[in-house]
């Protein structure tokens, strides 16, 4: 059973929790700060927030932070909607954010194993942007190409 009865009011809420993790991000170097927001079918809803490293390439984006809590959880699969913001510090949603190609993949490992597209609302001026995760990355590569048993 789907979480999503009110659209709107789900937006509301995943933007407002992407954007509280947004403001405990850790990017002293990029000085753009990221909060992502992860609605599961069981109603939780988990974050993450960009943890940088003073080895720049090392830097762990939103997104794949709140996967990887949900999955080293041993979740598996439930994922139903996603919101992501980011921006200057105090600032987040002055340009609309998507996530990043990497992400997109992390993202799609979570869903496919449970056989969900989930939406992603991109926080930004004007609303921002609505979209499935299909969109963000048709024809995906993800555990069935390698003989995993889906949900
Ligand atoms: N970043 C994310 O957290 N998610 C994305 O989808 C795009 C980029 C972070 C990585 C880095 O810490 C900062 O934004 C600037 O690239």
Redesign the pocket.
Not at 59 to 64: K, P
Not at 97 to 100: A, D, E, L, R
């Given at each position: 059973m789907s979480q999503i009865t009110n659209l709107a009011a789900t937006r509301e809420q995943l933007l407002i929790a992407a954007r509280a993790a947004a403001q405990i991000?850790y990017?002293p170097?990029?000085g753009?700060h990221?909060g992502?927001a992860l609605l599961l079918s069981d109603g939780r809803i988990v974050t993450g927030a960009?943890v940088?490293n003073a080895s720049y390439g090392l830097?762990?984006?939103?997104?794949?932070v709140a996967v990887a809590k949900i999955l080293s959880e041993g979740r598996r699969g439930g994922l139903e909607a996603v919101a992501?913001t980011?921006g200057a510090p105090g600032a987040p949603g002055q340009a609309t954010?998507?996530?990043?190609g990497r992400?997109r993949q992390v993202l799609n490992e979570l869903a496919a194993l449970g056989k969900t597209d989930p939406i992603i609302w991109c926080d930004g001026p004007d609303g921002g942007l609505e979209l499935r995760l299909s969109e963000l990355l048709p024809h995906a590569f993800g555990p069935s190409d390698l003989g995993l048993d889906q949900a």
């Open positions: 991000a990017a170097y990029s753009f990221v992502a960009n940088e830097a762990l984006c939103a997104e794949t992501v980011g954010v998507t996530p990043c992400c």
